[in-house]
T-cell receptor, first 109, second 113 residues
Framework: DVKVTQSSRYLVKRTGEKVFLECVQDMDHENMFWYRQDPGLGLRLIYFSYDVKMKEKGDIPEGYSVSREKKERFSLILESASTNQTSMYLC????????FGQGTRLTVV | GENVEQHPSTLSVQEGDSAVIKCTYSDSASNYFPWYKQELGKGPQLIIDIRSNVGEKKDQRIAVTLNKTAKHFSLHITETQPEDSAVYFCAASREAGSYQLTFGKGTKLSVIP
């Protein structure tokens, strides 16, 4: 069974902290994505990666960075967390269809 | 770039009735249109997709129609059941597997027993 695993379901972090969200896929997909999901705004693309060490900005990259050192792992980094980054974060990998992780609900206080 | 509009944002139906969710897209080069279902506490999951060489596709109680001329596509769920309650997302891209997959904002469907 295809699997995309996000390291945490729930996270609470303080303003100004550096936050790492980890995502691992076991399907050998080249394309991986990080989305942010907010009520009424749908899925907004933060960053995506189409190969190891390759990355592209999505629609809302400000305040975020990513790392793809290995094909199966794609990390989202909040350099200095702020309260407006409180959200649900979804990781996905893609071949002909997108497979999503279960999401990480991040609260920044 | 592509822009996908989805309506309605919320939809309530009685169990057994039909539900229809509509999406429009802007890029005439888009050829692949998937639909995702997100149940509470889970990530979205592909439920059906359609390519531009097909006007309609069915899978049991779910069907998708595509009007390429008008640039709109719709999801139809018949004989709705409480387990159909979820958030549904439409999406569009130029081809299946393209990383340029643009999502609509989602429709929250509630099926009332």
């Amino acid at each position: 069974d295809v699997k995309v695993t996000q390291s945490s379901r729930y996270l609470v972090k303080r303003t100004g902290e550096k936050v790492f969200l980890e995502c691992v896929q076991d399907m050998d997909h080249e394309n991986m994505f990080w989305y942010r999901q907010d009520p009424g705004l749908g899925l907004r693309l933060i960053y995506f990666s189409y190969d190891v060490k390759m990355k592209e900005k999505g629609d809302i990259p400000e305040g975020y960075s990513v790392s793809r050192e290995k094909k199966e792992r794609f990390s989202l980094i909040l350099e200095s967390a702020s309260t407006n980054q409180t959200s649900m974060y979804l990781c996905a990998s893609l071949n002909t269809e997108a497979f999503f992780g279960q999401g990480t609900r991040l609260t920044v206080v | 770039g592509e822009n996908v509009e989805q309506h309605p944002s919320t939809l309530s139906v009685q169990e057994g009735d039909s539900a229809v969710i509509k999406c429009t897209y802007s890029d005439s080069a888009s050829n692949y249109f998937p639909w995702y279902k997100q149940e509470l506490g889970k990530g979205p999951q592909l439920i059906i997709d359609i390519r531009s060489n097909v006007g309609e596709k069915k899978d049991q109680r779910i069907a998708v129609t595509l009007n390429k001329t008008a640039k709109h596509f719709s999801l139809h769920i018949t004989e709705t059941q409480p387990e159909d309650s979820a958030v549904y997302f439409c999406a569009a891209s130029r081809e299946a597997g393209s990383y340029q997959l643009t999502f609509g904002k989602g429709t929250k469907l509630s099926v009332i027993p």
